[in-house]
């Protein structure tokens, strides 16, 4: 009884008896909240992804295929590698083994005999126009060929220029060895002045043509010649006559 009595004495007297503490369910309703505005979110993207039509991909149109037609080339009258337009310049020298059969003209000099009808047909009627056309050059081998070079360069020299200036003028007047027309047998020069107008006019009505006119200088890499005409063959000279292109020209649009 005493014991209780001291007990109960010694207990503050304003002591309040002790309650269990209870936790705050903060965090639990933080996650359910989260929970919720997660299964809301991933609720309506569904929802609105069910209502939204999706993009139609448009339909695969098979375009028939393109028709590229190309032309034929059109084919020359005679071919190309006939001995007829075998080209020769100083981009493209004769070969040192062009062998040529000769037929000899009136005056000695010799021409290509394949040539020959055509050439007599042509100076025949020209000096049935009233004219007297001369063939001062025909034929040439290669020794013939540089020896002509060389006078040339020699003039020029003595005229003032240089070994290199005459070399170089000279070229646009005069072949070197093995680059001349007149290896050929097919070329003539014509030197009479009155015929040259006719000539102009009507060789091609004998397979003839000028070789080197005056607005064909960059094509030909020689000066104008009036007196130059080569044998190309009746096809090849009246297309060439009709369509104003050079030898050069001529080849190169068939090639």
Same mark, same amino acid.
């Given at each position: ?32 909240a989260a ?19 999706? $993009? ?31 080209l ?8 040192? &083994? ?8 009136? &005056?000695?000099?010799?021409? &290509? ?18 004219? /007297?056309?001369?063939i001062? /050059? ?11 070079? &060389? ?17 170089? $003028? ?22 009479d ?8 006019e009507?060789?091609w ?8 006119? /005056? ?27 009709e ?12 090639q």
């Amino acid at each position: 009884m005493e014991q209780t009595q001291q007990r109960t004495q010694q207990r503050p007297q304003n002591a309040r008896p002790r309650r269990k503490k209870r936790r705050a369910p903060i965090r639990e309703l933080a996650i359910c909240a989260a929970v919720i505005f997660v299964a809301g979110f991933l609720m309506g993207f569904l929802i609105r992804g069910a209502f939204i039509p999706k $993009e139609e991909k448009p339909a695969e149109t098979t375009l028939p295929p393109v028709e590229t037609t190309t032309e034929p080339k059109a084919q020359p009258p005679v071919p190309l590698d006939d001995w007829r337009l075998v080209l020769v310049n100083a981009a493209n020298p004769l070969p040192e &083994d062009y062998s040529v059969s000769m037929t000899q003209l009136s &005056d000695g000099l010799q021409v &290509d005999k394949r040539c020959y009808s055509d050439l007599q047909a042509m100076l025949d009627a020209c000096g049935a126009a009233g004219l /007297s056309p001369r063939i001062e /050059s025909a034929y040439r081998d290669r020794a013939a060929q540089d020896a002509r070079f &060389d006078a040339e360069m020699t003039r020029l020299v003595e005229g003032g220029m240089n070994h290199a200036q005459a070399e170089q $003028e000279a070229a646009k007047t005069v072949a070197a060895a093995g680059c001349s027309e007149h290896h050929l047998g097919l070329a003539v020069d014509i030197a009479d002045k009155d015929s040259q107008q006719w000539l102009q006019e009507h060789s091609w009505e004998y397979g003839f043509i000028l070789r080197y006119p /005056s607005d064909k200088t960059a094509e030909t890499g020689y000066a104008y010649d009036p007196g130059h005409y080569r044998y190309v063959g009746r096809e090849a000279a009246k297309e060439m006559w009709e369509s104003g292109l050079c030898l050069e020209e001529y080849l190169r649009q068939y090639q």
